[in-house]
């Protein structure tokens, strides 16, 4: 008979806990953090080069006659100016990869706007919209440029908050179209880090 005792009063303590929890309204602690800034280990797809024309020296019509293309590494920090569940933000990030062909990097600078859903569990789900440019530098054994483009896209992720202050952006993924001399070329990125709000 103790046992069972101990049991009902067991799951009626984390029933209550768990229902505490998630109906526990952060609104108030969010509007008292207007700003966010956060650091992203960040993996991008780069664009590929092969259609794309050199821009500098060579005849206009010039193949750059290689591709290094994969998912180059790097990372991302911004800054994020909140009100309620929408959000304006800068964005800046930096990614290379490397092969046997050459290098290319990406340095991509996003402005945008976020919505925040609304957070259950300590968890929240966030969308945004994109615009910025981005600098494409590629580097090879008889190929160097550097060119700034134009960038589109939108994205997504989910958040922990793992403090009043600090949050664990679990993942952030996006899909961005970026300019090039041929047409707009597909690209988009895996995120996660942490992010402060204060």
């Not at 005792?5 to 929890?21: D, E, H, I, N, Y």
């Not at 919505?115 to 008889?142: D, H, I, K, P």
């Not at 190929?143 to 997504?156: A, I, Q």
């Amino acid at each position: 008979m103790p046992t069972r005792l101990f049991l009902v009063v067991l799951v009626t303590f984390c029933l209550r806990s768990a229902q505490g929890q998630g109906s526990y309204d952060w609104t108030d602690a969010d509007a008292l953090q207007p700003f966010e800034v956060y650091a992203l280990a960040s993996s991008m797809h780069t664009v590929d080069a092969t259609p794309t024309q050199v821009i500098n020296n060579p005849s206009p019509n010039q193949d750059l006659g290689f591709s290094p293309a994969g998912n180059a590494s790097g990372a991302r920090m911004g800054f994020v100016w909140r009100r309620a569940d929408i959000g304006m933000l800068a964005d800046l990030g930096f990614h290379k990869y490397s092969d046997h062909s050459g290098s290319t990097s990406l340095a991509p600078l996003l402005l945008g706007i976020r919505f925040y859903s609304g957070e259950q569990f300590r968890t929240s789900f966030f969308g945004e919209g994109l615009a910025g440019a981005y600098r494409w530098s590629v580097n090879s054994f008889n190929v160097k440029f550097t060119t700034v483009k134009g960038l589109v896209g939108g994205g997504g992720g989910m958040d922990i908050r793992l403090s009043r202050s600090v949050v664990f952006r679990l993942f952030e993924l996006r899909i961005l179209l970026a300019g090039a001399r041929s047409g707009p070329l597909l690209t988009g990125s895996a995120s996660t880090g942490l992010a402060w709000r204060f």
